[in-house]
């Protein structure tokens, strides 16, 4: 990993992962750490182009990472169009699901363009997003949908499937 900016850390599956924001914009990373051991100093680029998630490039950073249901959910920066994704496995650009509402706007009718995801984290069988663009600050609450344990929706329709957003702007 070279000329990075930042570093997150994440554990998934039994191995270590790092999300990185690039000294370049529009460089992000997705990094697995391969192998252990005195001759173990290789990462593996998860995103094999980097800045590009599914179909969506340049994006600037990985911002933040957690666990939920199973399955690893990464948080991005990029100007306006922030998002978040689930590692669906193995490698490529392709396996990377986007799970909010469009990119920038993290759940229907709350902060759009936002530039960043500062926080995923797993409580209460609910996965939060704390989300940042200029000096307004959101957290969203969302559950998977019935059924589906694995199929994290955000602002899903279904009858078990929530959405909450917390706004406080200055």
């Known amino acids: 990993i070279a000329a990075v900016d930042k570093v997150i850390l994440g554990v998934y599956n039994g191995a270590l992962y790092a999300g990185t924001t690039e000294t370049t914009t529009g460089q992000a990373g997705l990094y697995r ?3 252990l051991g005195a001759l173990a100093t290789s990462w593996i ?4 182009t980097v800045g590009r998630f599914n179909t969506t490039t340049a994006i600037d950073g990985v911002s933040a990472m957690t666990v939920y249901n199973g399955r ?7 100007s306006g169009k922030a998002d978040v994704y689930r590692y669906d496995g193995n490698i490529g650009t392709s396996v990377f699901t986007s799970v909010v509402s469009a990119e920038g706007t993290i759940s229907s009718g709350a902060q ?6 500062s926080a995923l984290t797993f409580f209460d069988n609910s996965l939060y997003a704390g989300t940042t663009e ?3 600050a959101e957290v969203h609450k969302y559950t998977d949908v019935e059924g589906l344990s694995y199929a994290l929706k955000f ?3 279904s009858d078990n499937a929530t959405s909450e957003t917390i706004t406080n702007s200055e």
């Open 33 to 35: 750490f391969d192998g």
């Open 45 to 48: 680029l998860i995103n094999t």
């Open 72 to 78: 690893l959910y990464l948080g991005t920066t990029e």
């Open 112 to 117: 759009t363009a936002v530039d960043t995801i």
């Open 134 to 136: 200029g000096v307004v």
């Open 155 to 157: 602002n899903a329709r």
